[in-house]
């Protein structure tokens, strides 16, 4: 789960979701990441993965940022686009 940050809508309309499910699959693909499911909100999505080839790490970096980056050059402004979640840290 991730969620835009400040709780921001940023994937409000088909098309931003379309670019994100474009980038999910690309992604998935060239790093052997299995999807099981998705559910893409207007300011979060959630998927259900397999750390199959023991990359999420880059999976989600590259997810995140290669979508922020179609994000800032579609909507504008400056800053982080996705929500550092602090959740399950003491």
């Given at each position: ?5 400040d709780?921001?809508n ?16 690309d ?35 590259q997810?995140?940022?290669q ?24």
């Open positions: 789960m991730n969620r835009g940050h709780g921001n940023i994937f409000a309309g088909d098309e931003n979701k379309n670019h994100f499910l474009d980038y999910l699959e992604y998935s693909k060239k790093m052997h990441i299995r999807l099981f499911a998705y559910c893409i909100m207007d300011n979060h999505y959630h998927l259900i993965l397999e750390n199959s080839s023991g990359r999420m790490s880059d999976f989600l970096k997810l995140n940022g979508y922020g980056q179609y994000y800032r050059k579609r909507e504008g402004g400056k800053g982080y686009v996705f929500q550092y979640s602090k959740k399950g840290r003491g």
